[in-house]
Nanobody, 121 residues
């Protein structure tokens, strides 16, 4: 079993900051790419930021310069630092990753259950 648990969401005023965390646990041999997605009410899920096993990152244009994704391989954790938050950042944020459970298996995609971020005054 692989568990993916997000935390750090909540209510924040426009211009504020939040730091999301995603902890991966269970029977894992290795983790590949990690990413954060979000889904706002009535909208499709979209990629916010991603980070490869080598540390390369990519961001949606809407969050470039405001959000930073990072990973701690020793802790099997990925973070999303969100600054200068806007009301349009309101969404459920989901953690996504590719992981191998055993050395002889290929990568499987996993999702967390999400954490709600609300940006409002």
């Amino acid at each position: 079993q692989v568990q993916v648990v997000e935390s750090g969401g909540g209510l924040v005023q426009p211009g504020g900051s939040l730091r999301l965390s995603c902890a991966v646990s269970g029977s894992i041999f290795s983790i590949g790419a990690l990413g954060w997605y979000r889904q706002a009410p009535g909208k499709e899920r979209e990629l916010v930021a991603g980070i490869t096993s080598g540390g390369s990152t990519n961001y949606a244009d809407s969050v470039k310069g405001r959000f930073t994704i990072s990973r701690d391989n020793a802790k099997n954790t990925v973070y999303l630092q969100m600054n200068s938050l806007k009301p349009e950042d309101t969404a459920v944020y989901y953690c996504n990753l590719d992981a191998r459970r055993y050395f002889y298996l290929g990568y499987t995609e996993y999702w967390g259950k999400g954490t709600l971020v609300t940006v409002s005054s």
